[in-house]
């Protein structure tokens, strides 16, 4: 081995076994250096670059023995002592180069006495070791170091970093943008020390100087809020509150599109995949990157949304009540901007899309705070009622079966809001209000009829959120070619038995009434009796009370001729005593009222003694327990006509005939030849 610049002897201390031997040859590299470099300017800058490249080759890449590869680090230090800070700086690449090469050594101590190598030179050099071609080996290294297997080893790299920290905090020179550049790449680091190793950093530089380059590594940071060490977590939470204080006392300086970046990152990290923690940090700086940067970030307020909205639904209170709070943070800016000038298309599609997102398998809160916010934007942007209709129509109409129950307050309001949503984005197109129609039909068909016990509560609604005339005549429609289309006549006179109990009883049905019992000479009553007399037929005992109702009387006592040729079920029966009980009821006020004219409205007297031909007599127990017989109340009311018909036939009256209506009648004859085939279909499905 030669060195030009160095004796024999210099050369055989640096390699010798003995620490004490190795210094004395360190000493004579530094004397050298300092004599032919610093002293008489014998070197130039290349002479001691072709030396410390020979003290490389010659000790730090030694596979001989440990004890050159150590004199070597000596030998380095000493040319780093000998250069001075005054000098150094040229040389700092060439310098370092030696402790990173050993960092990696097999040997223990090596490994150890290169860490102390690179203090030593940190303490010479001092900020020139920040050199940015410098840094990032530097800063890579000690993250090595940091998970050595050797606890000496770590506790001398543990030196090292806070001595290399203290010089990157307190030298202006200091390069921000290449540290942001290096974190970004250590914080995928597989191994938790070193992840750990990058946060110490980030904690000890001022967040204000870093902030420009903060979404470069701002979502490394979250991630960390999952790892599997504690201590990495609690300084992941540190260093990212420290970066939130920053953003709020310093909003100003950020661009626009770093507002972006960062709000992008938050709701990444909010992302279900993650953990509590993460989601409930990612949650804050959502709603305080709402409160800060308010418009700025408005084109990425769907992404927020949808985020926020499955936060309001999760079982930790905290995340629940953070999500609440940005809700209310994305509600007044939504507010805001509605008030300064319309909402942008994009935007409200992308928010229909998160609202959208949001009713799929979500929690109660989560559903109806996202209907809450579709009620909302339909309600100020009505021309997105047809796209709203594309994008959630399906998931509105599943909405209707929520599993709640209607009575249940949470239950009961997504059910209250989705039709009311329904209700709004049908009201405007027949078609697709028929559509809406069929779908219900369908619903309440589905799973052998497993949620018809819904639909009195959904009717009655529906009934209250648009014109009832309208949408009673409208259902009455779907359901007759629903069961001309597909056959099952049981469907139909299940569903119509409900509705005509829901007509006869239910106050959001009164207008309906009020039209059907003008009869038919009114061109509405008319048109609507034609409308539901197609559903209705599907049902014998609905049908009569529908013709009562109306005072087609004939029809009526036709209806119960039919009666008396069927083969009457047990459930007919029922239905009928149910009906008799109705007739009690003051819907049929003045069906009773004119049984005072038995001459007069000679079908209706027949019908009703027909009925108490067919209504079966035994007793049933009322709502107070008492007993009661329809039988009964029919037969005392019917006795009373006889004693009428003598009293009329009495009195000569002489009032004027009522008006001719000029309305066409119906074909009484076709629709009583009708009910007969229907009736026949129902009798042989159920055979």
Known sequence: MELPALSSDALKCLESSKPEVRKRGAAEVERRVHELYVVEGKWRDDDLEDFLKRLFSCFIKSIVSASLRKGGLLAFFAVANA???????????????????????????????????????????????????????????????????????????????????????????????????????????????????????????????????????????????????????????????????????????????HWEQIICTAVDACSKRMDEATRSTALIWIHEV???????????MADCLEVVLAGAGDDNDAIAATANEADEELMQLYTAELNATQVPQTTLVALLRAVTASLKGAEEVTVQRGLEWMEMILCHYKQMIPAA??????????????????????????????????????RESEEAHQQFLVELLHLFKGDGYRHMDKA??????????????????????????????????????????????ILLTSPE???????????LGDKQALELFRELHGAWVYNAVSLLGLCLLVRADEHAYQLVQVFGEMEVSVSMLVQLDRLVQLLESPVYASLRLALLEPEANTY???????????????????????????????????KAINALSTLNARM????????????????WKNLLQHFKRVSKRLQDSRR
């Open 456 to 501: 009195p509560h959904i009717i009655k609604t529906l009934a209250n959120l648009t014109q009832p005339t309208r949408f009673l005549g409208l259902l009455a429609q779907v359901v007759r070619k629903e069961a001309e289309t597909s056959g099952d006549v049981a469907f139909a006179s299940s569903f119509v038995t409900n509705l005509s109990m």
């Open 604 to 638: 209706l007297t027949k019908t009703m003694f027909g009925l108490l031909m067919l209504v079966p007599q035994f007793s049933s127990l009322g709502e107070d327990g008492d007993s009661c017989s329809s039988f009964d109340d029919l037969h005392q009311r019917l």
């Open 389 to 426: 209709f594309e994008m959630c129509f399906a998931e509105l109409v599943a909405l209707l079966v929520d599993p709640s129950d209607p009575s249940d307050p949470a239950g009961g309001r997504t059910v209250e809001l989705a039709l009311r949503i329904l209700a709004n984005i049908t």
């Open 83 to 257: 250069l001075g800070e005054r000098y150094i700086q040229r040389f700092v690449p060439e310098l370092v180069r030696a402790p990173l090469e050993l960092f990696l050594d097999q040997d223990t101590n090596v490994r150890y006495s290169a860490a102390e190598c690179l203090f030593n030179i940190a303490k010479v050099g001092g900020k020139h070791l920040l050199q940015e071609h410098c840094f990032g080996d530097i800063f890579a290294g000690i993250c090595n170091l940091k998970s050595d297997n050797d606890k000496h080893v770590r506790s001398a790299s543990d030196k090292l970093d806070d001595m290399f920290r203290k010089i990157a905090t307190t030298s202006r020179d200091f390069n921000n943008a290449g540290f942001a550049r290096v974190v970004k790449q250590h914080m995928v680091s597989p191994e938790s020390r070193k992840r750990r190793h990058v946060l110490q950093w980030l904690e000890a530089i001022p967040a204000d100087a870093l902030m420009p380059f903060l979404p470069q590594f701002l979502g490394g940071i979250f991630k960390m809020l999952s790892d599997s060490d504690r201590k990495t977590v609690r300084l992941a939470d540190t260093v990212l509150a420290g970066y939130l204080l920053c953003l709020r006392d310093n909003h100003a300086a950020q661009p626009d599109k």
């Open 509 to 519: 049905l009164l207008p309906v009434r009020d039209v059907l019992r003008r009869g």
């Open 652 to 667: 000569k009256s002489r009032s004027a005939a009522p008006a001719a209506s000029t309305m066409k009648p119906p074909d």
């Open 290 to 300: 709402l409160k800060i940067a308010g418009r700025k970030v408005m084109d990425h």
